[in-house]
Nanobody
């Protein structure tokens, strides 16, 4: 499966963005899709993940209550709705996938296989 992220941009603190992760090649059934981010000079960190078939979700503590991950089976796409954005959310956001499981993988990076090219999110103060 190939993953393509979109929806990044520049937004003021308190604003919102919706990122999309569109998959081609295979339907996302039996996949877990994750969102990670990497800020300049920092390690990549898990943001959220969703079990595509069941809608089970998992979030990093830093984004709970502000970000919502969702999926659209018909469009073979996963979304990350980001509200009340903060300057510390500034990063390149990547979507990634792992196949063959119907439970969350606790955003363990080594569990994920293929990655998109990333989309830049910048939050100004």
């Amino acid at each position: 499966v190939q993953l393509v992220e979109s929806g990044g941009g520049l937004v003021q603190a308190g604003g919102s963005l919706r990122l999309s992760c569109s998959a081609s090649g295979d339907p996302l059934n039996n996949y877990v899709i994750g969102w990670f981010r990497q800020a300049l000079g920092k390690e990549r960190e898990g943001v959220s993940e969703i079990v595509f078939d069941y809608g089970t979700t998992h979030y990093a503590d830093s984004v709970k209550g502000r970000f919502t991950i969702s999926s659209d089976n018909a469009k073979n796409t996963v979304y990350l709705q980001m509200n009340n954005l903060k300057p510390e959310d500034t990063a390149v956001y990547y979507c990634t996938e792992t196949y063959g499981t119907n439970v969350v993988v606790e955003m363990r990076e080594h569990k994920f296989d293929y990655w998109g090219q990333g989309t830049q999110v910048k939050v100004s103060s």
